[in-house]
């Protein structure tokens, strides 16, 4: 029988638990099975200059697949890898499997830097920064060709510690991002206390600037005070053309998104950076 903490210390096990957890505890054991037998996967996502439409990074993005197809999706399995720990085994595994990847397209003589996002209990979970420090080392890829995605949940969570260990990353070289911003606590007033080199706007808000003046208004000014923080600013879930105008002419530096490529696997990703000069 299994007990769980309660209001009053401890309560038995609810049937409405056992069959919420149903699905999450179908998704655990997929997982563990995956994790052990090799099937996760990494698919890749051009980032592109807003002006040349040339790639120039990419987004490593887990994938959970059999024969091609989703078992499930990140916005399934992620939450259930956080709940159950399990994504420091596998945050661990896409970190190195990114960076081998990056390395041999630096090889390719492709420096392209790819980007990997971190969950919050991967982050806050003792010995991040000695992991990280050891897949550098092991794999050999330039730190500069490396950066991680964080949340401003994640970037908010520990106080100072958490801080500290964003300059630490970055003094190793690592950049850093802040991905799905305006989402989260989204203060403005906050980004200047973040060690961050670039800001990555939520596609929602990528999504209603053609339909919303008010979008468009706020999107532009996130624009210019993160330039005017000197970071780099780069816009997510871009599909259309008129998206893409507007935010260049917004002053926008990078874009990501279905206009631009979906995720893709590493072989076909390497054909597209083939197509252009080095
Ligand atoms: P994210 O980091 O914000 O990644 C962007 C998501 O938007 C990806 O979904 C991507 O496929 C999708 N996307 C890109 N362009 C477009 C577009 O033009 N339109 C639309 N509608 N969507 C677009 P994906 O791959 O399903 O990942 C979802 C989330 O799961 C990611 O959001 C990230 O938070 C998380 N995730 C994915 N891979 C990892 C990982 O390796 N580690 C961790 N911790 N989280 C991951
Ligand atoms: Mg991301
Ligand atoms: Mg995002
Ligand atoms: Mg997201």
């Known amino acids: 029988e299994v007990k769980m903490q309660g209001r009053h210390g401890y309560c038995f096990y609810a049937p409405e638990m056992s069959q919420r957890s149903a699905a999450s505890q179908r998704i655990e054991n997929v997982?563990?099975?995956a994790l052990a037998h090799g099937e996760l996967s990494l698919q890749y996502q051009p980032k592109v200059d807003a002006i040349h439409g040339h790639i120039v990074g990419a987004e490593a993005l887990l994938r959970l697949q059999v024969d091609g197809v989703d078992l499930f999706v990140p916005d399934q399995f992620i939450p259930v890898a956080e709940d159950t720990g399990l994504i420091v085994s596998i945050g661990t595994w896409a970190l190195r499997e990114a960076c081998l990847q990056a390395r041999a397209w630096q090889r390719e003589g492709w420096a392209i830097p790819v980007s990997v996002n971190v969950s919050p209990l991967q982050f806050q979970y003792a010995g991040f920064y000695e992991r990280l420090d050891a897949i550098l080392n092991e794999t050999g890829l330039d730190p500069h060709l490396l950066e991680l995605e964080?949340?401003?949940r994640t970037?908010?969570?520990?106080?100072?510690g958490t801080i500290r260990l964003l300059r630490r990353i970055r003094q190793r070289g690592v950049r850093l991002s802040l991905d799905d911003f305006g989402m989260g606590y989204s203060s403005l007033s906050y980004l200047k206390h973040f060690p961050v080199d670039a800001l990555k706007i939520d596609r929602v808000?990528?999504?209603d600037i053609t339909l919303d003046a008010e979008t468009a208004a706020i999107t532009s000014a996130i624009i210019d005070m993160a330039r005017s923080l000197n970071k780099d600013v780069i816009a997510e879930?871009?599909?259309?053309e008129v998206q893409s105008t507007f935010l260049r002419e917004?002053?926008?530096s990078q874009m990501q998104g279905f206009l631009f490529g979906a995720p893709m696997p590493a072989a076909k990703f390497q054909e597209r950076l083939a197509e252009q000069p080095a």
């Open 155 to 160: 970037m908010m969570s520990g106080g100072d």
């Open 150 to 152: 964080l949340t401003e």
């Open 31 to 33: 997982l563990r099975h």
């Open 237 to 240: 879930g871009v599909e259309t």
């Open 250 to 252: 917004a002053g926008c």
């Open 205 to 207: 808000f990528v999504r």
